[in-house]
């Protein structure tokens, strides 16, 4: 592989769903395979020297999803942070989560708060949980804090007020959209404005470790030129 690694790469996990229903299962084994496998690809990002992955777990229209998925969705982040501490902090990687906190349960909030203080020493390598994000969202959030902020907004510090703020690389390099849809359905909005895109037409549970370093290597061959 080339020697040109991201330093921030994003995911949007898409096809849960529709890798379950063609497989005949239901849908919450979908998403459980789903996470599944986003924990392998951040190791892999790791061992590929990536040093922060973004993961878009949940998004702010994802609240439109029946009842019954979005319980069983916030029961598996639950499990699945749980579960993700004990490997953060054997290889050290600080949790960072991305999006709003007023509206999930009190016992995901507590979770999430816990998994960010537990790992907020480590500063080598970085996972994001963006889980009830969105774009838009961030934005409208960031001039509520900065509407009564004395000193003039410009491009530069308008970036400690966003969800990102803690990252050394708070930019997506690369993102990447499984399942085949080609779109960017507001992530990152602010963020993203010179990052790549590649847009896999796997279904995520089908997306492999090896699938992802192919994908790193597609982005390494790039000449990115930032408006020059």
């Not at 993700?84 to 709003?100: F, M, Q, S, T």
């Not at 934005?139 to 007020?161: A, D, G, P």
């Not at 507001?186 to 790549?196: D, I, R």
Request: hydrophobic share 35%.
């Amino acid at each position: 592989m080339k020697t040109n690694i991201p330093n921030h790469v994003a995911i949007i996990p898409d096809g849960n769903r529709r890798w379950a229903l063609d497989k005949g299962k239901n849908t919450y084994e979908g998403h459980r395979i789903g996470f599944e496998k986003l924990i392998k690809i951040a190791r892999k990002a790791r061992e590929l020297g990536i040093k922060v992955f973004t993961v878009w777990a949940f998004s702010t229209e994802n609240w439109k999803r029946s009842k019954e998925e979005i319980s069983y969705l916030m029961k598996l982040y639950e499990v699945m942070i749980d579960k993700y501490l004990i490997e953060a902090l054997k290889d050290k990687v600080r949790i960072i989560h991305l999006g709003r906190k007023d509206r999930i349960s009190e016992k995901l909030k507590n979770k999430l708060l816990n998994i960010e203080e537990k790992t907020k020493n480590f500063d080598k390598n970085f996972l994001c949980i963006a889980l009830d994000y969105g774009g838009r969202d961030e934005i409208v959030r960031v001039m509520l804090k900065v509407k009564n902020q004395k000193s003039k907004i410009n491009e530069n510090n308008f970036n400690n007020f966003l969800d990102t703020k803690d990252l050394p690389y708070p930019d997506p390099d690369l993102i990447i959209r499984t399942s085949g849809e080609i779109r960017t359905s507001g992530f990152l909005t602010w963020q993203s404005a010179y990052s790549e895109y590649i847009f896999i037409k796997k279904y995520l549970p089908d997306y492999s470790e090896d699938d992802f370093e192919k994908t790193i290597q597609d982005f390494s061959e790039r000449q990115r030129r930032f408006g020059k």
